[in-house]
């Protein structure tokens, strides 16, 4: 990786980000020397320009930014450092500079949950659930997603909420890994969403339907 720390006089701006989350923590610079220590240390360090020397963050609070991936954009001048934070970020106490709460959304672990089901159909580990799933084959994965959403159907009638919840979020895994049987992601679905939400989906469908290019 190539980084042009002379652009800017020997510093570049370096963003944080929480790796989980993705919300930007902060905003610090760094010159060649906070770098390398950064990369041999795994705790991000900066150049305080106040200061005029290195500081790794959260040598005096304990709050340190845990590094997992360092990214130069297409310049070559700013970076992206992806970190695990120990705590706030903020010096005044707050989880990021901006004063907001470093809260993950609950969709990303979709993703996640996507992610890890693809890796069960790659590897197939004996003793899990999901590998005898794919091992049964796809009318099984279907009949169960065809189950788990009558139960969840039945909960929204007669059930709780906590039922609901619990049932639905059956009918969701096993709906990734019939999406996985299939080559596709659960991405694929939210896209297709995306696509309906345009204010003129249903009038492109028509149309496309019309010319014969949609059966």
């Known amino acids: 990786m190539i980084i042009d720390f002379e652009k800017s006089g020997g510093l570049v701006p370096a963003i944080i980000q929480d790796a989980v989350t993705k919300n930007v923590l902060m905003l610090g610079y760094m010159n060649q020397e906070a770098y390398e220590k950064t990369m041999a240390t795994k705790k991000v360090t900066f150049w305080s320009r106040s200061r005029n020397c290195l500081w790794t963050k959260g040598e005096t609070s304990g709050n340190f930014l ?13 970076l992206l450092v992806k970190v695990i934070p120990d705590g706030p970020t903020c010096h005044t106490g707050t989880d990021t500079c901006w004063g907001e709460e470093n809260t993950s959304n609950p969709l990303l672990f979709l993703t996640e949950l996507q992610d890890f089901i693809n890796r069960r159909h790659e590897e197939m580990p004996e003793g899990s659930y999901t590998t005898k799933l794919f091992k049964d084959g796809i009318k099984r994965i279907s009949q169960k997603v065809g189950e ?5 159907v039945i909960e929204a009638c007669t059930g709780t909420n906590e039922q609901l919840s619990y ?10 890994v019939l999406l996985t049987s299939k080559g596709m992601r659960i991405e694929d679905i939210a896209a297709e969403l995306q696509k309906r939400h345009d204010p003129n989906w249903d009038k ?4 496309a339907k019309a010319q014969g290019t949609m059966k």
């Open 66 to 78: 845990n590094l997992v991936s360092v990214n130069v954009d297409c310049d070559n001048d700013t």
């Open 148 to 152: 788990e959403a009558l139960e969840a």
């Open 167 to 176: 049932e639905v979020s059956d009918m969701l895994y096993h709906l990734i």
């Open 204 to 207: 492109k469908r028509r149309e």
